[in-house]
Each structure stands twice: as structure tokens, then as C-alpha cells.
């Protein structure tokens, strides 16, 4: 079990008190609970990395809204995509050091799982699960703003990202090719909304929603970029 002295110096990184057991779950991967049962009651992380990236979504959805007024839906799919990739939730869970408070397995343990990138940005969801249990949505709020707002402003402060052509290079590259569906159309006349997904290699990989179809695609495709792991799997 991870000491309760090691916790207590992590809750001082993240800067909000969490329920222990709820901390200790967020910090317990499956292959731990596979091997150690009687010692991780809570289970492991994956209910709380559910929930912690359906609230990510919405906060900085929120906060981009806010901050933003004058972006278009499409520009801010473009930065929420970014900061809730697997990359930058990677880059602030590494700057917590969450990797060291991790309960793995033993084979997880040997194949370097405390540095992967996919692992560590799920740990970071099932912490801000765990943070919006404990407090609630404004603490939660708080608590992503704090974290994931400085790579949001710097991601507004690039040049607009081509969204379709940057994942029509990168799925090219994988021998696949990018395809563009039409979901639903909805509003009256001078509000048309557009739903949108991109396929890549058959494989739905983001869905983006515009005033116009173009638009849509473009947040389709930033959305299918801040998942690219997703993309790329599709396009094998």
C-alpha cells in the first residue's frame, strides 16, 4: 500500500485535500488489484478516470467559453483538444511526480509503466475524478484551471492550427486514408448547426460540431489530433 507520509507530500503538489481512500484508488492500476485483491478494496482507477475526464471536458469547455468570447466553435474544440490531450495531461502528471505514487503490478512495474504517457494521463483523469468527489465542481474547476491553464494560454496564443490537414499528413503517413461524415444537420435556416465525424482508416476518431461544414470538420479533426494515439490505431 502506498505510504500514507508519501500521499500526504503529494496532496502538497496537487494543492487540494483529497479523500485518502479516494487518492489511493486514483493511484492504483489494474495490474495491481489483478495481484494484490485484499490490499486495494477501492479498485482500481479506471471508474474514476471515467469520470474525471467526462469533468476535464466540461471545465475546460467552461473555461474557454469564458475566457475566449470571441472563438468560434471550432477554435475552441481546437484548444480544448490540446489541453486535454494525452501529451499535455502527460507533461502535468509527470510535473506532480504522480509517477512515483503509483501501485503497479509486477510486470507493469518492470515495463516501465510509472513513465508511460497513456498510463500517466489516465492517472491524471482518475485524480481529478477523485478531486471532484471529494470537493465538487468548483473545487474541481480550480483545480484544472490551475493545472492545465497555462497550456491553454499558450495554445491560444498560436497561429490557428489546419486541423484537417494536419491529420490528413499524419494518417497519410500511416498508409490509411481521412474520410468526412455528416451526422446530423440541425437549427432553422440562418442557424444551420453541423455534426460531423472523421474517419481514419474506417475507424471514427473524433466528432466535431460548426456553423458550417467546414467548420465541423475542422473540430472534428482537432479533436481526432488531441486523441491521436486513437487516430493512429485506426489508422493501422
Not at 500521499?7 to 484508488?25: N, Q, Y
Not at 474525471?52 to 472563438?71: E, N, V
Not at 511526480?97 to 515495463?111: D, K, M, N, T, V
Request: aromatic share 6%; proline share 3%.
Amino acid at each position: 500500500m502506498t505510504p500514507r507520509s508519501s500521499l500526504a507530500e503529494l496532496v502538497l503538489s496537487l494543492g487540494v485535500r483529497i479523500e485518502s481512500d479516494l487518492l489511493e484508488t486514483a493511484l492504483t492500476h489494474a495490474s495491481f488489484v489483478h495481484e494484490n485483491p485484499d490490499l486495494a478494496p477501492g479498485g482500481d482507477n479506471q471508474r474514476l478516470e471515467f469520470l474525471g475526464d467526462a469533468i476535464l471536458q466540461f471545465c475546460t469547455g467552461q473555461f474557454l467559453y469564458r475566457r475566449y468570447p470571441r472563438a468560434g466553435a471550432g477554435e475552441l474544440t481546437r484548444l480544448r483538444a490540446t489541453a486535454v490531450s494525452e501529451e499535455a495531461l502527460w507533461r502535468v502528471a509527470e510535473g506532480l511526480g504522480l509517477g512515483a505514487y503509483l501501485r503497479l503490478g509486477r510486470g507493469e512495474e518492470a515495463s516501465g509503466g510509472r513513465r508511460r504517457r497513456s498510463l500517466l494521463a489516465d492517472v491524471f483523469e482518475a485524480v481529478v475524478g477523485a478531486v471532484y468527489l471529494s470537493h465538487g465542481v468548483s473545487e474541481a474547476q480550480a483545480f484544472v484551471q490551475r493545472h492545465l491553464g497555462p497550456i491553454l494560454a499558450a495554445s491560444a496564443e498560436r497561429p490557428p492550427v489546419d486541423a484537417k490537414t494536419t491529420l490528413q499528413e499524419l494518417v497519410q503517413a500511416a498508409g490509411k486514408s481521412v474520410s468526412y461524415h455528416l451526422l446530423a444537420e440541425t437549427g432553422p435556416d440562418h442557424g444551420r448547426v453541423f455534426d460531423v465525424e472523421v474517419r481514419a482508416g474506417g475507424v471514427q476518431v473524433g466528432c466535431g460540431q460548426g456553423r458550417s461544414k467546414k467548420e465541423a470538420e475542422q473540430a472534428a479533426a482537432a479533436v481526432a489530433l488531441g486523441k491521436w494515439d486513437v487516430a493512429r490505431d485506426g489508422a493501422r
